[in-house]
């Protein structure tokens, strides 16, 4: 049984700064961060593995997100910098374990003007 609770999230202006936190439940091998815009697919963003720290980013997002994470508060954050309107989406924190994904509720990302 993993739970996951993602916080940060808000409305921002153009070229600002959030940071998602997600904590975690249990034994966990790998997180990451995944985005829905509104009436679109949800999108990997980012993930990393609890082991060797190796991360993964989408193109969109690669210079600007940054992905890290604390394996001993079993959280993950995403930092996320030069912010964009097509950043704008729920924000969900995923953790994979024995081969299941589980998913936070999301959290709320907004950029705007």
């Known amino acids: 049984q993993v739970q996951l609770v993602e916080s940060g999230g808000g409305l921002v202006q153009p070229g600002g700064s959030l940071r998602l936190s997600c904590a975690a439940s249990?034994?966990?091998?790998?997180m990451g961060w995944y985005r829905q815009p509104p009436g679109k697919q949800r999108e990997l963003v980012a993930t990393?593995?609890?082991?060797?720290?190796?991360?993964n980013y989408a193109d969109s997002v690669k210079g600007r997100f940054t992905i890290s994470r604390d394996n001993a508060k079993k959280t993950v954050y995403l930092q996320m910098n030069s912010l964009k309107p097509e950043d704008t989406a729920v924000y969900y924190c995923?953790?994979?374990?024995?081969?299941?994904?589980?998913w936070g509720q999301g959290t709320q990302v907004t950029v705007s003007s």
């Open positions: 990393i593995t609890t082991s060797s720290s190796s991360t």
């Open positions: 249990g034994s966990i091998y790998a």
């Open positions: 995923n953790a994979l374990k024995d081969g299941m994904n589980y």
